[in-house]
């Protein structure tokens, strides 16, 4: 077990999303009506935002 708990202070040491990032993941919550926003971690940490829109025809 105390290996578990090693490695879950590792990955707090780091700054895994920062708040620019949040404020952008916000920003583009805001502004997609229809689609998503997918988050890549890699290592316990954002590396990658990507965004999908859809634009719905009636």
């Given amino acids: ?4 708990n090693n490695v879950s202070r590792l ?15 916000l920003q583009l919550l805001g502004e997609i009506k ?3 926003v ?3 971690i890699q290592d316990g940490v954002l590396i990658q935002i990507e965004t ?3 634009i719905r025809l009636k």
Avoid: R
């Avoid at 077990?1 to 578990?4: I, S």
């Avoid at 990955?11 to 993941?25: C, G, M």
């Fill in 1 to 4: 077990m105390g290996d578990v």
């Fill in 11 to 25: 990955y707090k040491k780091k700054e895994t999303v920062s708040q620019a990032n949040l404020e952008k993941i």
């Fill in 34 to 36: 229809y689609g998503s």
């Fill in 38 to 40: 997918t988050l890549v």
């Fill in 52 to 54: 999908n829109e859809k």
